[in-house]
């Protein structure tokens, strides 16, 4: 399995560029608070939507801190946070975490930091709207920790294949990271965004153009109806 997932992610890093411009997390890798905003905004929405309503919320800031973020009402972080839509709700839950790391963010980050993935992951989990796909992202992308985030795409892309048949979100995670050594994590998370977004979409797949379809079970199975 360690070969297929190989050729798997040397086939869409043909067939795909990496533009850091289209995902939220790579915009906001260079600090720790900033990455967690941004990673809250990117739940439930696309980073299109995601990266208007960081950029708004930048330009407001400057750099987006906990005491930044504080100072701001909760109408005020709504309205600037909009784009991402729920923007009520999320900005409630951005607020609550600005408020618990206001003064605290390096030895918040310096705690996760000396901790292993799976302690680090609960401790994230501990702010009201951050799951596991939002820690593990923050856990991978800032701290380079041997996690493997699954979203929606790779969900379906992981489902699709028929390397895991179950939704669970720890079985396709884990799928991905025993498949791939560490080193590889990032990149293959990041073509497989990619791939979902483009060709293995969940309307009107474009099978037919898929580089992996002789790998897939159910362009196989499409196939034979």
């Known amino acids: 399995m360690e070969e297929t997932c190989g050729r798997i992610v040397e086939e869409l890093s043909r067939r795909y560029a990496i533009d850091s411009r289209r995902f939220i997390g790579l915009l906001a890798r ?12 990117s739940q439930n929405t696309s980073d299109r939507n995601a990266i208007r309503a960081f950029e708004n919320l930048k330009g407001k800031l400057g750099v987006i801190t906990p005491e930044t973020v504080a100072s701001l009402s909760i109408e005020e972080l709504a309205e600037l946070i909009r784009p991402a839509g729920l923007h009520a709700q999320r900005a409630r839950r951005i607020k609550e975490i600005a408020e618990a790391l206001k003064g605290r963010l390096q030895e918040f980050e310096a705690r996760i930091r000396e901790l292993d993935a799976a302690d680090a992951r609960e401790v994230l989990k501990q702010f009201h709207g951050v ?6 992202v923050i856990l991978l992308v800032y701290f380079g920790k041997k996690v493997f985030p699954v979203d929606t795409h790779i969900k379906r892309i992981t489902q699709r294949l028929g390397f895991v048949k179950s939704g669970s979100y720890r079985e396709i995670s884990g799928f991905w990271s025993k498949c791939l050594p560490p080193e590889k994590y990032l990149e ?27 790998l897939c079970e159910f362009y196989r199975n499409a196939g034979s109806k």
């Open 131 to 136: 799951g596991d796909k939002t820690a593990d």
């Open 30 to 41: 260079g600090n720790l608070f900033e990455l967690l905003v941004a990673v809250v905004l």
């Open 188 to 214: 293959a998370h990041l073509l497989l965004i990619e791939h979902g977004r483009q060709t293995c979409r969940a309307r009107r797949p474009l099978c037919g153009e898929c580089p992996l379809r002789d």
